[in-house]
């Protein structure tokens, strides 16, 4: 069966310090993959996704950035953070099943910029 | 793009009662439609979906239907316990080649009063 991994589960960070978030999908091949960001008590905002190694598309731009050095794993970076970088940050995964694809979502990482 | 709304953004039932929630989408074109549940800290699991070519989908006490002329679609739950209070959120997306980029709604916490 497919898992999906993140981690750290929770960081606090300072403001202008890097960032890197990372996702693994475990159980399947060629995966699209995404990067969501959940704001306290609202919706999911998608960043970025990727339908297969060095591929990026960007939803919102912003001071982050993603890559895909393997086909599972997909990393959520930044050079600086901002206050307004904190969140939960959610990683994704889908196949092609009839037609049109099913996301399932890891457990998250919690971000906090102080 | 696409739109989705989703109401009510609070609901609270008496164990044992029906929850209903509600959802619209603004693009026509729109052909998936995901439920989510998200329970505290935790990523969005999926607990039922739906294709435009069916009217309704049931699963145990779990039951969604969708009217694609007036474009909205709800969930259904019935009989409802403690343990269904948590977030949900509806999904609408685009059946597209490369990758399927989910539009959420905006949430609605269900609280299950025992």
């Known amino acids: 069966s497919q898992t999906i991994h993140q981690w750290p589960a929770t960081l606090v960070q300072p403001v202008g310090s890097p960032l890197s978030l990372e996702c693994t999908v475990e159980?399947?091949?060629?995966?699209?993959l995404y990067w969501y960001r959940q704001a306290a008590g609202r919706g999911l905002q998608l960043l970025f996704y990727?339908?297969?190694?060095?591929?990026i598309s960007s939803e919102v731009p912003q001071n982050l950035s993603a890559s895909r050095p393997q086909d599972r794993q997909f990393i959520l970076s930044s050079k600086k953070l901002l206050l307004s970088d904190s969140g939960f940050y959610l990683c994704?995964?889908?196949?092609?099943?009839?037609?049109?694809?099913?996301?399932?979502f890891g457990p998250g990482t919690r971000l906090l910029v102080l | 793009g696409e739109n989705v709304e989703q109401h009510p953004s609070t609901l609270s039932v008496q164990e044992g009662d029906s929850a209903v929630i509600k959802c619209t989408y603004s693009?026509?074109?729109?052909?998936?439609f995901p439920w989510y549940k998200q329970e505290l800290g935790k990523g969005p699991q999926l607990i039922i979906d739906?294709?435009?070519?069916?009217g309704e989908k049931k699963d145990q006490r779990i039951a969604v239907t969708l009217n694609k002329t007036a474009k909205h679609f709800s969930l259904h739950i019935t009989e409802t316990q403690p343990e269904d209070s948590a977030v949900y959120f509806c999904?609408?997306?685009?059946?597209?080649?490369?990758?399927?980029?989910?539009?959420f709604g905006t949430g609605t916490r269900l609280t299950v009063i025992p």
């Open positions: 994704a995964w889908s196949v092609l099943g009839l037609g049109v694809e099913t996301q399932y």
């Open positions: 159980g399947t091949s060629n995966p699209n």
């Open positions: 990727s339908v297969g190694i060095g591929q």
């Open positions: 693009d026509s074109a729109s052909n998936y």
């Open positions: 739906i294709r435009s070519n069916v």
């Open positions: 999904a609408a997306s685009i059946d597209q080649t490369g990758a399927n980029n989910l539009f």
